[in-house]
């Protein structure tokens, strides 16, 4: 294998703790022998999340299709049915004031 695609694997394998990320101690140590591999793998983890960012994304989009294609409209934000059983629910245990007399 091409030694960049060998590093890429390493830190891959590093970052998503695989079966052949490196001990702690030996991972510092290269991170110590080899100035560039921190910012690689830092460059490597934005990614990651980049990538996790977009694919959340496009299944939210992808559920709002769904949802509108079953129930010919877009869904309420922050008014759905769990904020409204909260907040029925604290009625019900709200401290009880007494009447002015």
Same mark, same amino acid.
């Given at each position: 294998?091409?030694? +960049?695609? %060998?590093?890429?694997?390493?830190? +891959?394998?590093?970052?998503?703790? *695989?079966?052949?990320?490196?001990?702690? %101690?030996?991972?510092?140590?290269?991170?110590?022998? %080899? *100035? %560039?591999?921190?910012?690689?793998?830092?460059?490597?983890? &934005?990614?990651?999340?980049?990538?996790?960012?977009? *694919?959340?994304?496009?299944?939210? $989009? +992808?559920?709002?299709?769904?949802?509108?294609?079953?129930?010919?409209?877009?869904?309420?934000?922050? *008014?759905?049915?769990?904020?409204?059983?909260?907040?029925?629910? &604290?009625?019900?245990?709200?401290?009880? $004031?007494?009447?002015?007399?």
């Amino acid at each position: 294998m091409r030694p +960049e695609l %060998d590093r890429l694997l390493l830190i +891959e394998q590093q970052l998503l703790n *695989g079966p052949a990320a490196l001990p702690a %101690d030996e991972w510092n140590l290269r991170l110590l022998l %080899d *100035g %560039d591999l921190e910012a690689d793998a830092a460059t490597q983890q &934005r990614l990651y999340q980049g990538l996790r960012l977009a *694919g959340r994304q496009q299944l939210r $989009r +992808e559920l709002v299709a769904i949802h509108t294609k079953l129930y010919g409209s877009q869904p309420r934000r922050g *008014g759905g049915w769990p904020q409204q059983l909260t907040a029925w629910l &604290r009625t019900l245990w709200a401290p009880q $004031r007494p009447a002015a007399t």
